[in-house]
Structures are given as structure tokens and as C-alpha cells.
């Protein structure tokens, strides 16, 4: 099925470059890998090196790379994705993150804290939106 008819509403939600990363990147799994599971972690991992997930969208970061130690690690990894969080990002990256999202006590968290923090409230904001 093409990535125009999977797409996560997240995505749906995003700039239009994001959607074309996503899309190219899923378009090209399927051709490789087959539909499902395996062809979405990849788009997903193409748009996490330029994208991080805020709120209920994703935006763009102010430098490419590894969002976190799952992306820098690869498939063979064993440590775990951060659904998104630019985890890699400095502390005052991620307490600007908190600050949009309205997070409170942020400004006495832990970086480890900011991320846990950032994914829930993300995860929530995907559900309100979802309906």
C-alpha cells in the first residue's frame, strides 16, 4: 500500500517535508522488506534523523542526526527508542521541548527525566488528537 494511504496522522500533521521523508523512506522498505511493521520502523528511522515528535507532530531539529541510542546503535542494538524524543539533544534543548508542551517541573528535571516527560506528554497529545 502506498505511504500515502498508511501515513500516522502524527505525520499527516507535519510539514510537508516530513511527509515526503516518510513516505520515500516506507515506499522504499516496501520494496525491500514487504508491507508492515519492518517498512513503518524505517520510515520512522529516516524521519527521526531530521525530525523529533512534539506534542502531536513532529518538527524539524536544528541539526540532523541520532535522536537517541537506539538510532546511533542500529539494528543490532539492544537499547531502546525514545518514540521520537530528540534525546540526543542538550538539556536546554529539551527543557525548551518541556516549556512548549507545558510540562511542569521541568526546570528541576534530570535530562533522563525531560525525556520520560516529553514522551508521555506526546503520547497523550496523540491520543487528544486522534479523537
Known amino acids: ?21 516518510w513516505a520515500k523512506a516506507h515506499d522504499a522498505a516496501v520494496e525491500t522488506y514487504g508491507e508492515g511493521e519492518r517498512a513503518h520502523r524505517t520510515a520512522f528511522a529516516a524521519l527521526k534523523h531530521s525530525y523529533e515528535k512534539v506534542g502531536d507532530h513532529w518538527e524539524e531539529k536544528a541539526e540532523p542526526g541520532p535522536s537517541d541510542d537506539k538510532a546511533a546503535g542500529g539494528v543490532g542494538t ?3 527508542t525514545q ?5 540526543n539533544a542538550p538539556k536546554t ?3 525548551d521541548v518541556a ?3 507545558e ?13 520520560e ?4 506528554e506526546n503520547a497523550k497529545r496523540t491520543r487528544a488528537a486522534a479523537g
Open 78 to 80: 539492544r537499547a531502546h
Open 93 to 95: 534543548h529539551l527543557v
Open 99 to 101: 516549556r512548549k508542551l
Open 103 to 115: 510540562i511542569r517541573g521541568r526546570s528541576t528535571m534530570t535530562k533522563d527525566e525531560l525525556v
Open 83 to 87: 518514540e521520537g524524543v530528540n534525546a
Open 1 to 21: 500500500m502506498p505511504a500515502s494511504e498508511e501515513m500516522p496522522s502524527t505525520i499527516a500533521r507535519s510539514p510537508q517535508h516530513a511527509q515526503e521523508i
Open 117 to 120: 516527560a516529553i514522551k508521555k
